[in-house]
């Protein structure tokens, strides 16, 4: 049997999943595993995905298409198409960007989209607009996966998965316990014959007996055994800490309403003192901009401490994929003061900013945010965060558009000082250059 840690290691690869086309990392999984092999590697994805132990989108979208791509010859008899299907429902009232771009892209999976898809990467998929207006209708699909229900037996129907999720966040594992993640993968695969991937909980056909008349005089038997034998086990070391708790309970309070003083230091010092409760308190990319609106301060404390995390990538697109707003800006302002940013990922930012205010049609609320931006730029600029000639055209575009806004005449004439001075500099180190060989020539 294949090492099945090697798909989880191709998942994780980022310089595969994500500069890659769907097409390309289905074909690299499929060149490392028989075809005989094909329904265990679905399996698994699928108990994956739908258990949440891939909670980055990146992992999710390449594990959908993988599953489908292994059985696309045979899509008609898929065995998968349930899951998919359940999939989908699972997102359907959910309005986070992620979870919209999640659902568009199984609709269009399921509903003969394979061929659009397969040459696209993941980063192309993340930067589709997405209408939830316009909905894949795959009416024809949910007929085919309910009519392919119908031929199986009842107690197959009824059978369930017989691997469950562990009590806790339903987090994917953190940096930290990618070493038991592995260990998990090695226990699904290490005995063939009772492994989960080839067994699940199926009820058995019994035939009931018929029940027997009873007499009058009939003894009624009691059972006297000892109740002291029936005694209740408990694993204690599941029970999550009570400082944990404590902190599970402020992040939700947190992703709702704005966290009191008080509460914001308690969940801070729970964080510093033990920087592994960050990956227990329940925190997503998808519920980060929940975050970063109600409690900006909390949001740059937990993104500094997930910094290293496997997942940092996702969260990222999370922030820059948010609604503009001055506290998302604060948040990425902070980040760029304390650590170095990813420069694609600061500059993605600003465009998505220049964007909105140009794409804004409420004039009051379009001044608004257009004095956030330039200050927001002004700031890096004068703090050298970023390369004034990356973004010279479309920021001095962006102050031509708003120069009646006093902010963005401002900004522009912060842009021309910066690139003067560099010209002079430029200028005056060639004259000195012109100089030395001069006099070097005179000698």
Known sequence: MSDYNVLYELLMDKTLVESSSFETISAVVQSKFEKTEYINIGTLLSILLRQGDF?????RLCGYYIIFDLFRSEQADCPFLPFFISAI???????????????????????????????????QILRYDINPALAED????????????????????SGLANVLPATGTGMAPSTNNEASFKEMLENLTINPDKSPLNNQFVPQFMSIPPPLLTCDDELIWFDLTNPGWHKPAFDSSSTPSIGSCEAKKLIEQAFTQALSIQDQGLLLNELNDDPDTVNQIGLTP????????????????????????AQITEYFSALVNMEMSLHSMEVVNRLTTAVD???????????????????????????????????????????????????????????????????????????????????????????????????????
Do not use: W
């Not at 009232?93 to 399921?110: A, G, P, W, Y």
């Not at 699909?141 to 197959?156: D, F, N, S, T």
């Not at 109600?294 to 401490?305: G, H, M, R, S």
């Open 55 to 59: 909670t980055g989108i990146i992992q």
């Open 89 to 123: 429902d699972a997102k359907e009232h959910s309005r986070t960007k992620m979870d919209l771009i999640e659902r568009n892209f199984l609709t269009q999976l399921v509903d003969d989209g394979a061929k659009d898809l397969a040459g696209k990467t993941v980063e």
């Open 138 to 157: 795959i009416s024809n699909v949910r007929g085919q996966a309910k009519a392919k229900q119908m031929e199986l037996p009842y107690c197959v129907k």
């Open 286 to 309: 998808e519920r980060l901009p929940d975050l970063v609106e109600n409690n900006p301060l909390i949001a740059i404390e937990v993104l500094l401490k997930l910094m290293h995390s």
């Open 341 to 443: 940013l990813p420069s694609e990922f600061i500059y993605l930012f600003i465009s998505n900013c220049i964007s909105t205010c140009e794409t804004m049609k409420d004039k009051y609320v379009q001044n608004r945010l257009v004095r956030l931006v330039c200050v927001f730029l002004q700031s890096l600029i004068r703090n050298k965060i970023i390369n004034v000639k990356d973004l010279l055209i479309e920021v001095e575009a962006f102050c031509v558009e708003f120069s009646r806004i006093r902010e963005a005449a401002a900004l522009y004439r912060l842009l021309k000082n910066c690139f003067a001075n560099e010209s002079g500099q430029g200028s005056s180190t060639s004259g000195s250059s012109s100089n030395s060989s001069g006099n070097t020539k005179k000698e």
